[in-house]
């Protein structure tokens, strides 16, 4: 997976308690604290845990789909990444194990001009990520990112493809990142005020979809307010509980690796024991030892 996806854990069923728990990494967080804030993974919901180098889960969702394939289970795997990581050798060692293997798996490439400060143009030649699925010989799309229905029809599509056809599927979706790139980025730097407002304004997808589904009579301006109300109080609850969660214990820094710990790290542990033993007050008083 890729660290920007939690609508997809969201929708598959994962609570706002569970991210809450792996952002302060407590014991009940399912990584046991070892990763990241945001680098979700879930077992139950079938979602491999984020892993933080561009691209690298590209070979990884080619491989899961295709022990499905040779499973035969009636599934596929998904991954998703933007445009930069497009120019990583993960991506094209991916596309092409995939359509030589034939893996039902399904590329989705969120496009949305920027990677951190260099734009498309600086990127690549190409006219986009679609025509490198192409030219690796697996079927591919072009979709409007910032229109949720449009997106919804090719990802269903691409699934019916890829677990009927057993092929893998690229799905390229055109938008932009209105925010920075993260709070060390001003993206104003290196980009004119004018163009982010005119994409936060006239091309934002939530207000393209409120728009339908109001259109429809299914919101309406009162729903939005009590959604936005009991989310807020429900995402507070979430934080404090999971504040308050103590961390794991001190011996899980050293499971889950090997069927058995090597010496190497009983070592360590050792080592590690004794020196928060000497010095207390340098370490969190929160973690079991």
Same mark, same amino acid.
């Given at each position: 997976?890729?660290?920007?996806?939690? *609508?997809?854990?969201?929708?598959? *069923?994962?609570?706002? %308690?569970?991210? $809450?728990?792996?952002?302060?990494?407590?014991?009940?967080?399912?990584?046991?604290?070892?990763? /990241?804030?945001?680098?979700?993974?879930?077992?139950?919901?079938?979602?491999?845990?984020?892993?933080?180098?561009? $691209?690298?889960?590209?070979?990884?969702?080619?491989?899961?789909?295709? +022990?499905?394939? /040779?499973?035969?289970?009636?599934?596929?795997?998904?991954?998703?990444? *933007?445009?930069?990581?497009? #120019?990583?050798?993960?991506?094209? $060692?991916?596309?092409? &194990?995939?359509?030589?293997?034939?893996?039902?798996?399904? &590329?989705?490439?969120?496009?949305?001009?920027?990677?951190?400060?260099?734009?498309? +143009?600086? %990127?690549?030649?190409?006219?986009?990520?679609?025509?490198?699925?192409? $030219?690796?010989?697996?079927? #591919? =799309? @072009?979709?409007?990112?910032?229109?949720?229905?449009?997106?919804? #029809?090719?990802?269903?599509?691409?699934?019916? /493809?890829?677990?009927?056809?057993?092929?893998?599927? !690229?799905?390229?979706?055109?938008?932009?990142?209105?925010?920075?790139? +993260?709070?060390?980025?001003?993206?104003?730097?290196?980009?004119?005020?004018?163009? =982010?407002?005119?994409? @936060?304004?006239?091309?934002?997808?939530? #207000? @393209?979809?409120?728009?339908?589904?109001? *259109?429809?009579?299914?919101?309406?301006?009162?729903?939005?307010?009590? !959604?936005?109300?009991?989310? @807020?109080?429900?995402?507070?609850?979430?934080?404090?509980?999971?504040?308050?969660?103590?961390?794991?214990?001190?011996?899980?820094? &050293?499971?889950?690796?090997?069927?058995?710990?090597?010496?190497?790290?009983?070592? %360590?542990?050792? !080592? !590690?024991?004794?020196?928060?033993?000497?010095?207390?007050?340098?370490?969190?008083?929160?973690?079991?030892?």
């Amino acid at each position: 997976m890729q660290y920007r996806e939690p *609508g997809v854990l969201l929708w598959r *069923g994962f609570t706002l %308690q569970e991210f $809450a728990n792996q952002c302060f990494g407590n014991k009940l967080d399912y990584g046991k604290g070892r990763q /990241m804030p945001i680098h979700y993974g879930s077992n139950r919901l079938n979602y491999f845990t984020v892993s933080s180098p561009i $691209a690298t889960q590209l070979p990884h969702a080619v491989g899961a789909a295709y +022990s499905l394939k /040779m499973d035969k289970k009636d599934a596929c795997a998904i991954t998703y990444f *933007g445009d930069g990581g497009t #120019s990583e050798g993960d991506f094209h $060692a991916a596309l092409n &194990f995939a359509a030589v293997m034939e893996a039902p798996v399904i &590329f989705f490439c969120r496009n949305n001009g920027w990677a951190i400060s260099t734009p498309t +143009s600086e %990127q690549f030649r190409s006219d986009g990520a679609v025509i490198r699925g192409q $030219a690796y010989g697996m079927r #591919s =799309i @072009r979709v409007d990112g910032n229109d949720a229905l449009a997106v919804y #029809s090719a990802v269903h599509t691409a699934r019916e /493809m890829a677990i009927k056809e057993g092929r893998p599927i !690229l799905v390229e979706a055109l938008t932009y990142r209105v925010g920075h790139h +993260s709070t060390s980025d001003d993206s104003t730097k290196y980009r004119p005020v004018d163009e =982010i407002e005119h994409w @936060r304004t006239a091309r934002d997808p939530i #207000s @393209r979809y409120r728009k339908w589904v109001q *259109g429809n009579g299914w919101w309406c301006d009162e729903d939005e307010s009590e !959604l936005r109300n009991n989310v @807020r109080q429900e995402l507070l609850k979430a934080i404090q509980v999971a504040e308050r969660m103590p961390k794991p214990p001190l011996a899980e820094l &050293f499971t889950d690796v090997y069927d058995e710990v090597p010496s190497n790290l009983r070592e %360590q542990e050792r !080592l !590690l024991r004794d020196t928060i033993k000497k010095h207390p007050a340098d370490y969190p008083a929160d973690v079991h030892i």
